[in-house]
T-cell receptor
């Protein structure tokens, strides 16, 4: 049981490049979400999903797209990376809306 | 808008001393509050939530609606308590959409 797996662990992009941060969970959790963490700030919610086929925006959704075609996977797409998206990204899942979050190990992204 | 404030970036205490990590919140509804912890080289994990009223690893936290606080306390700090602690508030009534504070690094010295 791997829990929440994020890939890659580290990534460097140039401004304007696109990429997808992968997130997978093997706990059959309905709820999945993406957070970003910046220096001096708490984790901020980017997008979340309450089940396959359902996604919604969080606090800081601009510049990011998500989809949830399966229960297990919740990829985060950066269509045109910007330096302001340099951050550590965390994926999390929970069994239900009342359950605690299980976090991945994070992806450290640098955009130059 | 909801907000979580952790005024201390770093808290340093000696082993055996009491610990109090401060957390204040602003929220117009009925809050649900959590403490998450990240130990060195480990992933962020739930420490406790106020509705459970549990004591985890000797830590407790009481929700004070009058003072809008949810401070984390432990009577005797242990070396293994050294970690980053985040206070968080749920806007959805559950634990899956959270507003986090900026975190407090707790360092327990021998």
């Amino acid at each position: 049981n791997a829990g929440v797996t994020q890939t890659p662990k580290f990534q460097v992009l140039k401004t304007g490049q696109s990429m997808t941060l992968q997130c997978a969970q093997d706990m059959n959790h309905e709820y999945m979400s993406w957070y970003r963490q910046d220096p001096g700030m708490g984790l901020r919610l980017i997008h979340y999903s309450v089940g396959a086929g359902i996604t919604d925006q969080g606090e800081v959704p601009n510049g990011y797209n998500v989809s949830r075609s399966t229960t297990e996977d919740f990829p985060l797409r950066l269509l045109s990376a910007a330096p302001s998206q340099t951050s550590v990204y965390f994926c999390a899942s929970s069994y239900s809306g009342d359950s605690p979050l299980h976090f991945g190990n994070g992806t450290r992204l640098t955009v130059t | 808008a909801q907000r979580v404030t952790q005024p201390e970036k770093l808290l340093s205490v000696f082993k055996g001393a009491p610990v109090e990590l401060k957390c204040n919140y602003s929220y117009s509804g009925s809050p649900e509050l959590f403490w998450y912890v990240q130990y060195s080289r480990q992933r962020l994990q739930l420490l406790l939530r106020h509705i459970s009223r549990e004591s985890i690893k000797g830590f407790t936290a009481d929700l004070n609606k009058g003072e809008t606080s949810f401070h984390l306390k432990k009577p005797f700090a242990q070396e293994e308590d050294s970690a980053m602690y985040y206070c968080a508030l749920s806007s959805s009534g559950g634990g899956n959409k959270l507003t986090f504070g900026t975190g407090t690094q707790l360092k327990v010295e021998l």
